[in-house]
């Protein structure tokens, strides 16, 4: 037992640089964790954009927007999902590096309302297709849509089915998911662009639309976006992982 890794020791035991121990049991804990794939990667990904940095001075409006995110981080009670993936320093950093870049994006409040109507609707067994078989709902949506989709695999969820809906005039694949008693619906758009506004390939977007949070990242040439009416860090969490894994199996 003495051996035994658990993820705050593995997140603990990473060196300056990053790499990953040689020790076995640090690697079999790797190897079986999305959780701490996905915060190696980001980390990763953090310390590279850090190194690049050239310093510009803040946008205001960002500055007051990081403020209200580190008081809102304070006050939420710590969810399993900000345990899995440790995401509250994850977005710290993220923060800062924005900061530091003066990043100039137009608010995505309105890319995001779109996916939180649809999130929100009911999959209907008369247009939907129910089954938790990932990839029978693969090929219900590919069959559709045109498009080959790879369903992410997001712990602790259940697959409940997939849907084909027009999302800001595009024919887009989404896959509905229960989480914890909640729903949460991931979707695959085929363009880069969401309503003329292209998503950047730098990271994660998010935006909140009532008590829906959602996130969106480039993925394969499209846009992929997670919506569900949990907390903000979970969301995040969980959009961290998915980019992740397609990040991954992009490497393959």
């Not at 440790?86 to 608010?107: K, Q, S």
Request: net charge neutral; proline share 7%.
């Amino acid at each position: 037992m003495e051996d035994l890794v658990t993820c705050h020791r593995f997140r603990e035991g990473l060196p300056p640089d990053l790499a990953l121990p040689a020790e076995e049991a640090f690697r079999t804990h790797f190897d079986g964790c999305a959780a701490c794939r996905a915060f190696l990667h980001v980390q990763r990904e953090i310390r590279e954009r850090v190194r690049r940095l050239e310093h510009v001075p803040p946008p205001p409006a960002l500055v007051w927007k990081v403020r209200a995110l580190v008081a809102r981080e304070a006050a939420t009670p710590v969810s399993a999902w900000r345990r899995r993936v440790w995401i509250g320093p994850i977005l710290a950093v993220a923060a800062v590096i924005a900061i530091a870049v003066g990043l100039r994006t137009n608010d995505p409040t309105d890319m995001a309302k779109p996916f939180a109507a649809q999130a929100s609707a009911a999959l209907d067994p008369a247009t939907g297709y129910r089954s938790n078989d990932a990839s029978n709902v693969e090929r219900w949506l590919a069959a559709r849509t045109g498009e080959r989709v790879t369903i992410p695999d997001i712990a602790d969820a259940q697959l409940v089915g997939g849907r084909v809906l027009e999302v800001a005039g595009q024919m887009t694949a989404a896959a509905d998911f229960r989480l914890h008693g909640q729903s949460l619906t991931w979707f695959a758009v085929p363009s880069p662009e969401i309503g003329g506004r292209r998503v950047s390939d730098a990271g994660i977007m998010s935006a909140s639309i009532r008590e829906y949070h959602v996130a969106m990242w480039s993925e394969a040439g499209g846009v992929r976006v997670i919506a569900a009416p949990m907390p903000f860090d979970d969301v995040m969490a969980i959009a961290a992982d998915c980019r992740m894994q397609a990040l991954r199996g992009r490497a393959l």
